[in-house]
């Protein structure tokens, strides 16, 4: 009894408290959790206001820890650009091939990135050890470089950050220095590949055009005959023997023609004709046939007055064939011909027959020249004709062969100049890249960042406020969401059947 009373005055003198659990947990159902109290009801403010206090010091607890704690970092930034543009080359080697380069732009393939290419490679582990050694730290120690690219752009942004703006930008050009080490590794290890990876195939072009060459040497050796071009002057020349010959029969005709026409009208050939001009042609002959002829004129004289046993003519017959035959004879010595031929020639003075003796001889010459070139030329074509005859197949295989040796040797000197150019295409699989931006000298610590940090707790805290407000509000947030369901089982709204508590009622929270 005494007890109670105690208690009793105690608590009409200690202010009242309200109590953070009215009703007990046992009692409350979840509806009742999930509705919530009045609006009014200030008896849910200790619980609200723990609520708050405890996301306080969640949400700040790790804040302040950071903002104390973590380490004071700078950051350098450098960017580096891709030009876009690619390059070509040709190069014409006269009557041996031609070689091309041709270096296409770097962003020209949908499938293959040239600065995703070169992002992966920044922040590889070789690239970033090598960096670190050069600065004399650790891999971990050294950290990893942040890498963004800029869309549609050959732009690549390198962050690195250190303990200090110095170290930060050492960092950065250590890194830098790294990057363009590898990449003229790869480039040059590249253009080693390709060179290794072609000599092959440039041997075996090599061994194509060598074993052509010995086949057409050992052709030439055996036919002799050097080129196609050789064979084709032989053909032609078989040709320009076979219209000369045509030419040299018709002349040749002609002349036997004008001969046979000049003997008929002499009556004498070609021989007796020469015979008798080179006998006239003799003094002493002439001689001889101008006596003969002055005793023939005595006789033809004498004959008409005397009788044939006179003597004066048969002084003049006498006369008249000493003569004759002193001619003769000279003609014989003269021209070595029988006395059957020397009793057709004409003796007598020539006069004006002497030019067309002289033509038939002429002619005659002539004609028998043509007919010695006919048969020389005619011979020749022959023996031409035959070698064309002999070396056609040679020929034809010549041709195949040295086709073979200027396409071999065609490859060979292509395959060669593309094996030099290639070695100017450096960026071929890694392309051209420069520096934008050379690594920075930060003025401002990146990290920690305070006002990030404050405004992200103010932010969390401006959340936590908001949440229990709704928390605070949600019973007739609740109420109204159900007074505007309809009921299906009796037709009318919760609105119309449910009856308000009576503030009595309402059960404390």
Known sequence: MTRTIFRSSIRSAVPPVPALVRTPIRQLSPVRLLKGGRVSDLGRLP?????????????????????????????????????????????????????????????????????ETYKRLIAADRIRRSAAESLGLSVQAFGSPRVDLVDQTGLIHVSVTGASPEDSQARGDALLQAFFREVETLRTDELTQRETSGSAAIEEYRQSVLSTRAEISALQKETGLISATQYDALVADAGALAGTIRDLRARRDEAAEAVRTLEASLDVDADLAAAALRLHADTEFVALTAEMADHAAALAQAGGQRGANHPTIRAATSARAAAAEGARTRARLLTGLPDAQIDRLDLSHVGSRADLLSRLVTREAERAGLEAELAAQTERLDASEARKMDLIEAAARLEDLQRDFTVAGAVFASAMARTQTSKTDLYASYPLVQVLENPSLPEVPSSPKDKL?????VAATMFLLMGLLLGWIRRPLIGRLLADK?????????SETAAPLAPHAVPAE
């Open 47 to 115: 619980r609200y206001a723990g609520v708050f206090a405890l996301g306080a010091v969640c949400i700040w607890t790790p804040i302040a820890s950071y903002l104390k704690t973590a380490p004071v970092r700078y950051t350098s930034s450098m960017s580096l650009i891709l030009p876009g543009a690619g390059a070509s080359a040709s190069v014409n080697l006269d009557s041996i091939g031609q070689a091309s380069s041709f270096a296409s732009s770097p962003f020209a393939s949908n499938s293959v990135s040239p600065t």
């Open 453 to 457: 940090a404050l405004a992200a707790g």
């Open 486 to 494: 309809p009921d299906p089982s009796a037709g009318t709204t919760p």
